[in-house]
């Protein structure tokens, strides 16, 4: 296929072109092969494509502006699932199931069927299902091929009732919310080589010693490869803000109590927080995230809450996990979809925060495993702990990892060990940025440590983020040196929230501000510099 394909969900205009698509899609089966067993003007006919698009469950695959095919994925189970065992115990709400899947039999072999499932999985990840299910007649060959080669696990085959239509007998599917998250993260694909390429062509125009805005010259040009065109535009940024309570307050390693975090992120959306007027002066919208927070908040008009709650708080790891793994995943898959929406809402930039006291200790226990390290030389004095106090936080994150350390299997494990969701939910955001395309700002520390734990399960995503500071953490230059990033900031700055990345953003602006408006030496009639290694370049005239 030349065109591009593009999924988005079915409006009521659509309609008659659903119902000739249904038409003859089935026509072509009856005439050929009719592997689902479907019934031209039965099904699926006007009135699935209705409901589909009443309830908002339905899309659509075009290409060149026609249909060629569609999905609905709602949360129907047939009765016959009940009395299945599934890999995954789940609440109704939990479950998507796939219905009326179909492509035009004249792009049977255009991918869209693999790209339509594909869009399954992200919708299961960004609507925070636990499980995908689906039912397909036992003899549709085709159809059972494809549910098995992305990866569906067969479960059971059942009678749905259907034997009066010649349909005895269905084989039931599953692919659980981390097998969705493994499948999603193995399509990242790569910057953009060409567009990075123009953006640096275009630098090399700008009437200015080369290389001479450093890092800043290296970020944009970053920018140009994730948003595929080298007219760079960050003009609508975001900075999100997981905020989540952590049970390992219990043990005393933190100056303040667990309330300051619900206090704080009522604050936010409130627009009356140290990061809030920072945003304000920079041009950043605000979105508090309540991942976790130990009791449920009110929400101000300013900032208004994203309630994405997994549960009040996470337990305290230096007695038991800190939850369970299922958690950890569906906390990743809350910040991809946070980044998702904003993807869509037209933010070009987002900017990582977090509140949640006791989460410089997770963060360092989380860094500590990644990393391989002693505790000691991850682990700081946070909100301002006592000497006293912080030798406390270095043995009670050292007994953990020594506890935890060979249970863990991956990054996932680590978090769902010793992280806080909060963390999770941010390893989310970056994954999310490389699913969707959009530059990730890296804050500080907690956020840092997020971005390595993104970055180990998903390498490529690492391309996604920008370094902004380096935290005054002790583990802050080693999380960015592991992720061969730089930062081009380095203030002493430890307040997180985002502060850090927020405060970034006006750098990156002035740096665009020569990058479109300077003269080219062509315009001053002046010959072009010739390139030199950036390292040997000083940037003097």
């Given at each position: 296929?030349?065109?591009e394909?593009?999924?988005?969900?079915?409006?009521s205009?659509?309609?008659?072109?659903?119902?000739?698509?249904?038409?003859?899609?089935?026509?072509?089966?009856e005439?050929?092969?009719?592997?689902p067993?479907?019934?031209?003007?039965?099904?699926?006919?006007?009135?699935?494509?209705e409901e589909g698009?009443?309830?908002?469950?339905?899309?659509?695959?075009?290409?060149?502006?026609r249909?060629?095919g569609?999905?609905?994925?709602?949360?129907?189970?047939?009765?016959?699932?009940?009395?299945?065992?599934?890999?995954?115990?789940?609440?109704?709400?939990?479950?998507?199931?796939?219905h009326?899947?179909?492509?035009?039999?004249?792009f049977r072999?255009?991918?869209?069927g693999?790209?339509?499932?594909?869009?399954?999985?992200?919708?299961?990840?960004?609507?925070?299902?636990?499980?995908?299910?689906?039912?397909?007649?036992?003899?549709?060959?085709?159809?059972?091929?494809?549910?098995?080669?992305?990866?569906?696990?067969?479960?059971?085959?059942?009678?749905?009732g259907?034997?009066?239509?010649?349909?005895?007998?269905?084989?039931?599917?599953?692919?659980?919310?981390?097998?969705?998250l493994?499948?999603?993260?193995?399509?990242?694909?790569?910057?953009?080589?060409?567009a990075?390429?123009?953006?640096s062509?275009?630098?090399?125009?700008?009437a200015?010693?080369?290389?001479?805005?450093g890092?800043?010259e290296?970020?944009?040009?970053?920018?140009?490869g994730?948003?595929?065109?080298q007219?760079?535009?960050?003009?609508k940024?975001?900075?999100?803000?997981?905020?989540?309570?952590?049970?390992?307050?219990?043990?005393?390693v933190?100056?303040?109590g667990?309330?300051?975090?619900?206090?704080?992120?009522?604050?936010?959306?409130?627009g009356?927080?140290?990061?809030?007027?920072?945003?304000?002066?920079?041009?950043?919208?605000?979105?508090?995230?309540?991942?976790?927070?130990?009791?449920?908040?009110r929400?101000?008009?300013?900032?208004?809450?994203?309630?994405?709650?997994l549960?009040?708080?996470?337990?305290?790891f230096?007695?038991?996990?800190?939850?369970?793994?299922?958690?950890?995943v569906?906390?990743?898959?809350?910040?991809?979809?946070?980044?998702?929406?904003?993807?869509?809402?037209?933010?070009?930039?987002?900017?990582?925060?977090?509140?949640?006291?006791?989460?410089?200790t997770?963060?360092?226990?989380?860094a500590?495993?990644?990393?391989d390290?002693?505790?000691?030389e991850?682990?700081?004095?946070g909100?301002?702990?006592?000497?006293?106090?912080?030798?406390?936080?270095?043995?009670?994150?050292?007994?953990?990892?020594?506890r935890?350390?060979?249970?863990?299997?991956?990054?996932?494990?680590?978090?769902a060990?010793?992280?806080?969701?909060?963390?999770?939910?941010?390893?989310?955001?970056?994954?999310?940025?490389?699913?969707?395309?959009?530059?990730?700002?890296?804050?500080?520390?907690?956020?840092?440590?997020?971005?390595?734990?993104?970055?180990?399960?998903?390498?490529?995503?690492r391309?996604?983020?920008?370094?902004?500071?380096?935290?005054?953490e002790?583990?802050?230059?080693l999380?960015?040196?592991?992720?061969?990033?730089?930062?081009?900031?380095?203030?002493?700055?430890?307040?997180?929230?985002?502060?850090?990345?927020?405060?970034?953003?006006?750098?990156?602006?002035?740096?665009?501000?020569?990058?479109?408006?300077?003269?080219?030496?062509?315009d001053?009639q002046?010959?072009?510099?010739?390139?030199?290694?950036?390292?040997?370049?000083?940037?003097?005239?």
């Open positions: 296929m030349t065109e394909l593009n999924i988005r969900r079915g409006v205009e659509d309609i008659p072109e659903l119902v000739r698509l249904y038409d003859e899609t089935v026509g072509h089966l005439s050929h092969v009719n592997y067993g479907w019934k031209k003007g039965v099904y699926p006919g006007r009135d699935a494509a698009v009443e309830t908002g469950t339905l899309y659509v695959a075009e290409t060149g502006g249909i060629i569609s999905i609905i994925l709602n949360g129907k189970q047939e009765a016959a699932y009940n009395g299945v065992s599934w890999g995954v115990e789940a609440e109704p709400d939990e479950v998507m199931v796939i009326t899947f179909l492509v035009h039999p004249n072999k255009s991918g869209a693999k790209f339509l499932m594909e869009f399954a999985e992200l919708q299961a990840l960004r609507e925070g299902k636990k499980t995908i299910r689906l039912d397909v007649y036992e003899k549709n060959e085709p159809a059972v091929r494809l549910y098995e080669r992305q990866g569906y696990r067969y479960v059971a085959t059942v009678d749905l259907l034997g009066s239509w010649g349909l005895p007998w269905f084989k039931l599917y599953e692919r659980t919310a981390e097998e969705c493994n499948g999603v993260l193995s399509r990242i694909s790569l910057l953009s080589a060409d990075m390429e123009l953006a062509l275009t630098w090399s125009h700008v200015k010693p080369l290389y001479s805005l890092i800043l290296e970020d944009v040009i970053k920018i140009a994730i948003s595929e065109t007219h760079v535009d960050i003009g940024r975001a900075l999100i803000i997981m905020c989540s309570d952590n049970g390992i307050v219990e043990e005393g933190t100056q303040t667990q309330e300051v975090t619900a206090v704080v992120t009522e604050n936010m959306t409130d009356n927080s140290s990061v809030c007027l920072m945003a304000d002066r920079a041009g950043v919208d605000v979105f508090p995230v309540d991942i976790g927070v130990a009791i449920d908040l929400s101000g008009a300013r900032n208004p809450l994203i309630r994405k709650k549960a009040y708080g996470t337990k305290n230096h007695k038991e996990p800190a939850m369970t793994r299922e958690t950890a569906s906390a990743i898959a809350a910040g991809i979809s946070v980044a998702g929406e904003l993807k869509e809402k037209g933010y070009r930039l987002i900017a990582t925060g977090e509140m949640g006291i006791g989460n410089t997770t963060s360092s226990a989380v500590a495993m990644l990393l390290r002693d505790p000691a991850m682990t700081g004095r909100a301002g702990l006592s000497d006293e106090g912080l030798m406390k936080k270095i043995s009670v994150i050292r007994e953990a990892v020594k935890y350390g060979p249970e863990c299997s991956d990054a996932i494990d680590v978090i060990h010793v992280g806080g969701l909060d963390l999770a939910g941010l390893t989310g955001v970056f994954l999310g940025g490389a699913v969707y395309r959009i530059p990730v700002l890296i804050d500080g520390f907690i956020s840092g440590t997020a971005a390595l734990a993104a970055a180990k399960l998903a390498p490529p995503a391309d996604y983020m920008l370094a902004t500071h380096v935290s005054a002790p583990a802050g230059r999380l960015l040196d592991e992720l061969g990033l730089k930062p081009f900031v380095a203030a002493g700055m430890c307040l997180g929230e985002g502060t850090g990345a927020v405060a970034s953003i006006p750098l990156l602006d002035m740096a665009l501000e020569v990058y479109t408006k300077m003269s080219t030496f062509q001053i002046i010959e072009e510099y010739k390139p030199l290694a950036p390292q040997t370049n000083t940037g003097a005239h």
